[in-house]
């Protein structure tokens, strides 16, 4: 199992394990509302941005995966956050053992394919070491996102409820384990 998170590169960006130093940045997109918009719709407050890093640093070992941060290759820019978690929702349908992928970007590098790219590169990534589906759940008007998706290989699966809020759940068969 893989226990630490994996540098990727592409052509622009570096994926790479989080770290104490990227706080401020984590807390800086997590409280932009427009950010959030689509992610719950609220901000948080920096002691829940900590738990959520440290929380996706700490699903590696558990899971042999977990999220990455999204850096600018050329500048070593923070951009975002794009992984795989098992959230443990408990929602219907149940997403749990399957890995089910996040991502949210800073407000500055929204309409540059960054997105796009990280999404597609962690997929590359899940496709080699953790054959088989994947889910990840989009709030209706993330039109954004859905395309992200869309890109990847997801497809509308169905609609769920969600700490009593409906949201969209997209499926990616991926290839067979």
């Known amino acids: ?18 770290q104490a130093s ?3 940045e984590c807390v800086a997109m997590w409280n932009d509302a427009e950010v959030v918009r689509h992610i719950g719709g ?4 920096a002691q829940d941005v900590w738990f959520t890093l440290a929380r996706a640093r700490g699903m590696w070992p558990l899971l042999g995966y ?10 070593g820019t923070f951009l975002g956050e794009a992984g795989f978690a098992d959230f443990k929702r408990g929602m219907t349908p149940d997403m749990s053992a399957t890995p089910e ?14 997105g796009s ?9 899940l496709d080699e070491f953790r054959p088989g589906p994947s889910c990840c759940i989009i709030d209706g008007g993330n ?8 890109k990847c290989g ?20 991926g290839p067979a384990a």
């Open 1 to 18: 199992m893989i226990t630490e998170p994996p540098t990727l590169i592409t052509e622009r960006l570096v994926l790479r394990a989080q």
């Open 22 to 24: 990227d706080f401020d």
């Open 42 to 45: 609220v901000t948080r407050p």
């Open 66 to 75: 977990g999220f990455w941060i999204v850096e600018e290759r050329a500048t």
């Open 101 to 114: 992928a996040g991502w949210a970007f800073n407000r500055a590098s929204w309409g540059m394919g960054y």
């Open 117 to 125: 790219e990280a999404v597609g590169a962690i997929h590359d990534w």
């Open 143 to 150: 039109l954004a996102s859905r395309r992200v998706a869309e």
């Open 154 to 173: 997801y497809t509308f699966w169905c609609e769920a409820l969600y700490r009593d809020h409906p949201i969209n759940v997209f499926r990616r068969e």
